[in-house]
């Protein structure tokens, strides 16, 4: 598929000034160049072009808002002055497996600020002697180059970032799931139920105690009215 045809594709109906990534990989530049990337793209924040047989950056939009870009597994060989001048904030670039050969042709990067992360993995410049010593003296701005810092020590993956953050997501969704307080109050209510009823209970043992204990205390009052009535008798039969 043609690169322009595939920006058509991607934007999905959008205005392109309301995109902020686009993703043209394994797309077919047109002679090796650009095509269907304007300046209307004003948004763009992350853009990727890897394996689409770029051999030249020269009508590359100007992308001010840009951060990352991915060349990888292009036919790149120079001209990188371009990226300083048409996207001055890039912090990540990617030229792995392009036709970068010397230090001279990286140099032009120096221009770039706030570039932090560089790759030039599968490049030939890496078979230089002191390859990593040379591009951080030459581009000082930059703290990783090919995911190592020069102490090698690797890049943080975003992605790890991106994890971390689900994972706190995943916590808040646990607490709603543990359920609004009212269930819980309806079953402290449950229980206090239980125990009303067993005080119920015990006040209607203690109900039919008193009962019983009044029945008895009539009956013994009936066995002292008779045993006092016979008494009686008893002294009418002597006088």
Do not use: H, W
Not at 13 to 32: F, I, Y
Not at 54 to 76: F, W
Not at 112 to 135: A, G, H, P, Q, V
């Amino acid at each position: 598929m043609k690169m322009k045809k595939r920006i058509n594709l991607e934007l999905r109906n959008r205005a392109p000034e309301k995109v902020t990534e686009l993703v043209l990989d394994n797309c077919r530049s047109s002679n090796g160049e650009i095509e269907g990337l304007n300046d209307s793209f004003k948004e763009l924040k992350f853009l990727s072009m890897a394996n689409v047989e770029l051999t030249s950056l020269a009508k590359l939009p100007t992308l001010s808002k840009l951060r990352k870009l991915e060349l990888s597994d292009n036919i790149i060989s120079g001209g990188l002055e371009v990226l300083a001048e048409r996207c001055p904030n890039l912090t990540y670039l990617n030229l792995s497996g392009n036709k970068i050969k010397d230090l001279g042709t990286v140099e032009a990067l120096q221009n770039l600020k706030n570039l932090k992360s560089l790759d030039l993995f599968n490049c030939e410049i890496t078979s230089l002697e002191d390859y990593r010593d040379s591009i951080f003296e030459l581009l000082q701005q930059i703290t990783y180059l090919d995911g190592f810092d020069q102490e090698d020590n690797e890049a943080p993956d975003s992605e790890d970032d991106d994890d971390e953050e689900g994972d706190e997501d995943d916590d808040d969704e646990d607490e709603d799931e543990a359920g609004p307080p009212g269930e819980y109050e309806e079953e402290d209510d449950e229980d206090d139920g239980g125990s009303d009823l067993g005080e119920g209970e015990e006040e209607e043992e203690v109900g039919l105690s008193y009962l019983m204990k009044e029945e008895i205390q009539d009956e013994d009052d009936d066995d002292d009215y008779v045993e006092e009535g016979g008494d009686e008798e008893e002294e009418g039969k002597s006088l």
